[in-house]
């Protein structure tokens, strides 16, 4: 499992940085593909506990969400229209549409409940995803990007291997046996670590107690992530949202935590640009 695991992010990982040095189109391109396939493993884990949702209709406004955040559609849009209305109206339409497309099917049993559901996909995949396609159409966005992935994967990656060997006080047993304190706390040093080096390399416009500030709430920001998803995947009593990628399993079980994170690090650049963070 491990060599699998290894095998699959040495071919996948140089895509991906490749992918994100030259942002879009194909970066948004890429996080459009993640996305759908991600919200789709998300449906399948759900249907299987005999509560199917509206998949297509989650496809497509998990899609919309991502497309929504990039920056050159939305210059073409701004002669045309209000920018301010549209996170609004998608919230609305993703709402009212689903309602009303189970009110007009002829099956009525446990609608709400797969109302429920089908919005549930499209906010945790489409609007948590939408973060990274804003994060690269900000200044530096690259950088910054490059720091969310890494920093998280520098937390995943002690957590895990310190946990296997020397964890012993379970973090969340009801949830996720096999976390440990000992990796948790591993993360937060693995992050901080990996989080000086990147922002070193990138020459971010950030301190090192800034750098350690972020750090520490990346990795926090992903095992919470991270936890969120093994509550799911117990919730429909499945052990990996899918088999896409091996020796990791499917997307979401790959996503969860920088999903999380990367809806923090947009908010930190924002804060940082905004000189919130100048007494650090």
């Given at each position: 499992m491990l060599k699998k695991r290894v095998i699959t992010t040495?071919?996948?990982?140089?895509?991906?940085?490749?992918?994100i040095w030259f942002g879009d189109p194909w970066f948004t391109i890429l996080l459009a593909i993640v996305g759908l396939l991600a919200v789709y493993e998300f449906y399948g884990l759900v249907a299987a506990s005999k509560l199917p949702p509206l998949t297509y209709f989650g496809l497509i406004w998990t899609l919309l969400f991502i497309l929504s955040r990039n920056p050159n559609l939305l210059s073409i849009l701004e002669p045309h229209f209000d920018l301010t209305l549209l996170t609004p109206l998608l919230l609305t339409s993703a709402v009212v549409l689903s309602l009303t497309w189970l009110l007009l099917r002829p099956h009525?049993?446990?609608?709400?409940?797969r109302w429920?559901?089908?919005?549930?996909?499209?906010?945790?995949?489409?609007?948590?995803?939408?973060?990274?396609?804003?994060?690269?159409?900000?200044?530096?966005?690259?950088?910054?990007?490059?720091?969310?992935l890494f920093t998280n994967a520098g937390s995943d990656t002690t957590a895990f291997f310190i946990g296997k060997t020397w964890g012993r006080h379970h973090l969340a047993p009801s949830i996720s046996p096999n976390k440990t304190w000992e990796g948790a706390i591993a993360g937060l040093f693995g992050a901080i670590i990996i989080g000086l080096i990147f922002v070193?390399?990138?020459?971010?416009?950030?301190?090192?107690?800034?750098?350690?500030?972020?750090?520490?709430?990346?990795s926090i920001f992903g095992q919470l992530g991270d936890l969120a998803e093994s509550l799911f995947k117990r919730n429909t009593g499945v052990k990996e949202s899918g088999k896409l990628l091996?020796?990791?399993?499917?997307?979401?079980?790959?996503?969860?935590?920088?999903?999380?994170s990367s809806v923090l690090v947009y908010y930190f650049a924002l804060?940082?640009?905004a000189g919130w963070f100048n007494w650090l």
């Open positions: 040495l071919c996948l990982l140089p895509v991906a940085i490749v992918i009525k049993e446990n609608a709400f409940s429920v559901w089908t919005m549930a996909g499209i906010f945790y995949v489409g609007w948590l995803l939408s973060y990274l396609t804003a994060l690269r159409g900000i200044d530096a966005g690259r950088d910054w990007v490059f720091l969310a070193t390399v990138l020459n971010l416009p950030l301190s090192y107690a800034q750098t350690i500030l972020l750090s520490l709430l990346v091996p020796g990791h399993g499917g997307l979401l079980d790959r996503m969860d935590s920088l999903i999380f804060a940082c640009n």
